[in-house]
């Protein structure tokens, strides 16, 4: 068994079905232990033709065979049989059922963390933490109870036998168990550190493929086949080191209780054996009370067992529990106020921004207004601090009080919900789920019927696309939408977030990856069907924002220049310059086509 502040509840909570197990066990164990009376029955009989039932000595007959060893003995076998499904269904239900529970609870701790999270945790070690360690953790639940009931009720009850039996005997039996018992806790010790250092390998070896998964086109564009597979052919080796470490310990483990267990059995057929030459005991009585050692034998199995399941169980339980005990770095504060709806108002004043463990400032006393309704354009070089600003705005990370406004209150008084409820996004890298296109494209709303799925696709300019795939709307995308080309992916992306019509959208980068004359008309129809609505629209070509009714220029985390296209070109040397520039690229590039 193992216990933790997420674990203990369950006990609790499937309190009755591993009570009903419990006492299941019991039955079982206590007819478990009919057995060696049955032993010394059959071999005295066998032995001396007569047995003694209940203080009577009476010659060994058919009948007693029939009615005293064979009978007993059909329903020993029918009660175990019966009451070993009971508790096999009782513990290890309880621990699929308490293991669902956990699941979710991981899950939703997940689905609560900020950004940050996940850019400094990888997938793969995520993933680990919701297979393997679960799992483990899992184990050590419903085998755990059972293994800690199991080693303490027939251990007491075969030892209560034993005793009653022979006290010294029992005593001399249980020495080697006794140190079995500190040699374990030792053991145990080394084997949670052993298997730490081994989920931590295996989670670096999953980290490691689902990355190479992921970005298998470009390690074959780059023919770097090799270099992916000596260093995955390290981590593997790293991993088998850390497995076979563990597996040392455990076996060592295994080989002392093996060596203890053997010992005792030399100690109760030698001094035994003694007690039956003296004459205290008879054969039949010397089989019974080996009898119940081999009823002891599991439990003590058991309690090794439990102390390679409780060492493996603590570890995986530790790193579950640091998971969930992550703190959430974004979420509503106290003094939030009760804001059911956004307008669009948005107000950086003298904003000033560095991304949680970065030294340097990404934006820095950045001062702009977007009024409600308004297309504005940001525009600026990689790395400016564009997708800094979406960042803010959404709220994916915590700025200080008094420099970002919504609607004119201040974004930390705003509830993250309402917020988030009122904006939509076309985020950089236009995730796709492996669903069908209509999910994707309906992902942010409950209810649509198939026009407003249509009429957001055509607004995205890729309503013609669709129709040309198989299965049209109900075409299923391949993991992270590898079966749509770039642009059909980010128009995509787009339909999605028009499905929503939000207060403010923010498009980052949208539309990169489309040619020309469908970026005019997703443009035009955005024009349109956005109208009183705030647009923000992240871009690197003039050409995508300047028909727009402001635009922000960002140069180096600073806003340099905010107004018209043609306010900017007059006053801004710098966006004049980018101006120029992109037209003579674009010359250059007709005179190419040309
Ligand atoms: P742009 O969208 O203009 O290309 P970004 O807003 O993505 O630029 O980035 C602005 C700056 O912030 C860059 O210097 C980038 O390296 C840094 N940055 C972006 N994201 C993070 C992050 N999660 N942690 C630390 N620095 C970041």
Not at 12 to 33: E, N
Not at 236 to 245: I, P
Not at 346 to 357: A, C, K, N, S, V
Not at 576 to 582: A, C, D, I, N, S
Request: proline share 2%.
């Amino acid at each position: 068994m193992i216990f933790g502040k997420y674990i203990n509840k369950y006990y609790l909570k499937y309190l009755f079905p591993l009570l009903l197990g419990i006492a299941a066990l019991f039955v079982v164990d206590r007819v478990q232990l009919i057995v060696p009376e049955l032993y010394r029955l059959t071999v005295n009989g066998l032995v001396y033709g007569q047995v003694e039932i209940d203080g009577v000595v009476r010659a060994f007959d058919m009948d007693i065979l029939l009615d005293n060893i064979c009978r007993p003995l059909l329903f020993v076998i029918l009660s175990l049989v019966i009451g070993r499904f009971a508790w096999r269904i009782c513990f290890f239900g309880s621990a699929v059922k308490m293991e669902t529970d956990l699941r979710s609870v991981m899950f939703d701790r997940c689905k609560e963390l900020s950004q940050q999270f996940y850019n400094e945790n990888k997938v793969g070690s995520l993933m680990s933490l919701f297979t393997n360690d679960l799992e483990t953790v899992q184990d050590c639940f419903g085998g755990g109870v059972l293994m800690t009931a199991d080693a303490a009720l027939l251990g007491v009850l075969a030892i209560y036998k034993m005793a009653r039996m022979n006290v010294w005997l029992t005593l001399f039996a249980l020495i080697p168990m006794i140190l079995l018992g500190s040699v374990g806790t030792v053991v145990g010790k080394t084997m949670t550190k052993r298997w730490d250092e081994r989920q931590e390998a295996f989670s670096k070896l999953s980290d490691f493929s689902q990355e190479s998964f992921s970005g298998i086109s470009v390690i074959k564009a780059f023919v770097r086949e090799t270099k992916e597979l000596m260093a995955f052919a390290w981590l593997n080796r790293h991993n088998e080191d850390a497995n076979v470490s563990y597996v040392r310990v455990s076996v060592l483990l295994n080989i002392l209780v093996t060596l203890f267990v053997e010992s005792v059995v030399c100690i109760i057929f030698g001094y035994g054996g003694y007690l039956v030459h003296a004459g205290v005991f008879d054969v039949g009585r010397l089989i019974e009370f080996s009898g119940y050692f081999t009823s002891v034998v599991w439990p003590i199995m058991a309690v090794a067992e439990l102390i390679d399941m409780r060492s493996r169980g603590k570890a995986s339980l530790q790193r579950i529990t640091d998971l969930i005990d992550t703190k959430v770095d974004v979420r509503d504060r106290e003094d939030v106020l009760d804001i059911k709806e956004i307008k669009g108002d948005i107000e950086f004043r003298d904003l000033t921004f560095t991304y949680p463990g970065s030294d340097v400032p990404s934006l820095h006393n950045v001062s702009f207004k977007i009024n409600a309704g308004e297309s504005v354009g940001v525009i600026g070089k990689t790395g400016s601090g564009k997708t800094t600003v979406a960042d803010l705005i959404l709220r994916q990370y915590n700025v200080d009080d008094g420099m970002l406004f919504i609607d004119g209150y201040d974004v930390n008084k705003i509830p993250i919900k309402t917020l988030r409820d009122y904006s939509a996004y076309v985020p950089q890298d236009n995730f796709l789920f492996s669903d069908t296109i209509e999910r994707n494209i309906a992902f942010a709303v409950d209810d649509y019927t198939d026009v407003q799925v249509r009429e957001a696709a055509s607004l995205a300019g890729v309503d013609g696309d669709i129709s040309e795939f198989p299965e049209k709307y109900k075409t299923v995308l391949g993991e992270r939408g590898v079966t749509v080309s770039g642009g059909q992916k980010q128009r995509i992306s787009i339909a999605r977030a028009l499905m929503k019509d939000a207060s403010i959208i923010i498009m980052d980068d949208a539309v990169s990856a489309v040619d020309t004359k469908t970026e005019d008309a997703i443009l035009n129809a955005l024009k349109n069907v956005r109208s009183g609505k705030t647009t923000i629209m992240i871009a690197h070509r003039v050409s995508t924002v300047e028909d727009m009714d402001k635009i922000i220029y960002v140069e180096d985390g600073t806003v340099t220049a905010v107004g018209t296209h043609e306010q900017l070109y007059e006053a801004c040397e710098s966006y004049r310059k980018t101006v120029e520039l992109q037209r003579l690229e674009d010359e250059r590039r007709e005179d190419i086509n040309a």
